[in-house]
């Protein structure tokens, strides 16, 4: 066997069993209907990359309610019935191309910057977001001052996950990702600086994790023990994409403990959606870089030593070299590609021939929109 031939093997994240361990990892596309139903191009978007040979494909961000979880306008929904039905499309379709598809459960919280449901936003503490708006997901402008979420709200952040959790489950989907990273809901509860709260779920970073600890077990208590679940957690922020835990691996320590305690089959590790465009070519942290700039492990080695659950690595792994590393080193159970999934809907398909990869053109794919081009969704 050759270390490429790692990429190819078989691997087994809670119940759900895949062909290879590379997955397409979350990108928002912005193409659903304005009802946040998923469309036949999204069908053969995603269609596209289980034919390209991905062994697992994660969602774009779902909203998982209809009060303050949406953050873009035509983003997809998974509250209703009617968009079960529109996602069972999507699911259907990347199984008979033997692919296994997770859904990832997104509230955006105070980076929500189109909702239909509400016209204010929530977060753990009424502190203005850094940054400003994306303009290719459609915002533009500062983000508003969000108002601080009550305890009742808080229960609603949590019964939205378990509602959406099973209707992900009914439409056929292998697994659920919370989305606990990038700067959205449950990653501004994490946060020193966006969580300013007296209670028990602000100070310290056992409390400031207290939050993705209850939904994680929260939706494994609705889902059951043969369901895959799992959460996504980043340092770095779509607002805010070089952000470090203040507490460096003390806080790795912390959370990944408490998290792989919480029920999860495996947790998804990346420093920031590096496919971006928002973002400088070259800048920020990547997958195998060290997680605190210190030279210690990277941020995918931290959460495999502190959960001792499978972990899912992302962050410019494009280059097949690098993702034989990481998996060859142990870090990872599995790699998912952003940019090097958009530019080659069928990477996996490619490296097993040994074709050359193409290289990621954010004008042509991300330009003047995230939306899905109809290019992309030829299968």
Request: charged fraction near 25%.
């Amino acid at each position: 066997m050759t270390n490429k031939d790692l990429l190819f093997e078989k691997v087994t994240l809670g119940s759900t069993t895949i062909d290879n361990r590379v997955g397409v990892a979350p990108m928002t596309r912005t193409s659903a209907t304005p009802e946040g139903y998923a469309t036949d191009q999204m069908v053969s978007y995603y269609t596209s990359f289980a034919r390209g040979g991905f062994g697992l494909i994660i969602t774009e961000g779902i909203y998982p309610d209809d009060k303050y979880s949406q953050g873009y306008l035509n983003q997809p929904g998974i509250v209703y019935d009617e968009q079960v039905q529109a996602w069972k499309k999507v699911v259907d379709f990347v199984h008979q191309s033997r692919a296994k598809i997770f859904a990832q459960l997104m509230h955006a919280g105070a980076l929500s910057q189109g909702n239909r449901f509400v016209n204010e936003t929530i977060a753990p503490s009424a502190v203005p977001p850094k940054g400003e708006q994306m303009e290719f997901y459609g915002g533009k402008g500062a983000f508003p001052t969000p108002r601080e979420a009550t305890k009742e709200e808080i229960t609603e952040v949590i019964n939205g996950f378990v509602n959406a959790a099973k209707h992900a489950k009914a439409a056929g989907f292998d697994g659920v990702e919370i989305h606990g990273a990038n700067g959205y809901i449950l990653d501004q509860f994490l946060t020193d600086y966006t969580n300013q709260r007296k209670d028990e779920y602000g100070g310290s970073t056992e409390n400031r994790v207290r939050l993705l600890v209850e939904v994680s077990k929260a939706v494994r208590e609705a889902v059951g023990q043969d369901y895959t679940v799992g959460i996504r957690i980043s340092q770095g922020k779509v607002n805010d994409y070089s952000h470090k835990w203040q507490g460096k691996e003390r806080d790795a320590e912390i959370i990944f403990g408490q998290l792989g305690q919480a029920g999860l089959d495996f947790i998804h590790v990346t420093e920031y959606e590096a496919w971006q465009p928002a973002f400088p070519e070259g800048e920020g942290t990547t997958a195998t870089d060290s997680a605190f700039g210190d030279g210690g492990a990277s941020l995918a080695r931290l959460a495999k030593k502190y959960s001792n659950i499978p972990v899912i690595a992302n962050g410019h792994l494009e280059n097949p070299g690098t993702a034989t590393e990481i998996i060859g080193k142990g870090e990872a159970d599995v790699v998912t590609l952003g940019k090097g999934a958009l530019a080659n809907h069928d990477w996996v398909n490619k490296v097993k021939a040994g074709e050359p990869i193409a290289d990621f053109q954010p004008e042509k794919i991300l330009s003047p929109n995230a939306k899905i081009k109809d290019f992309e969704a030829q299968v």
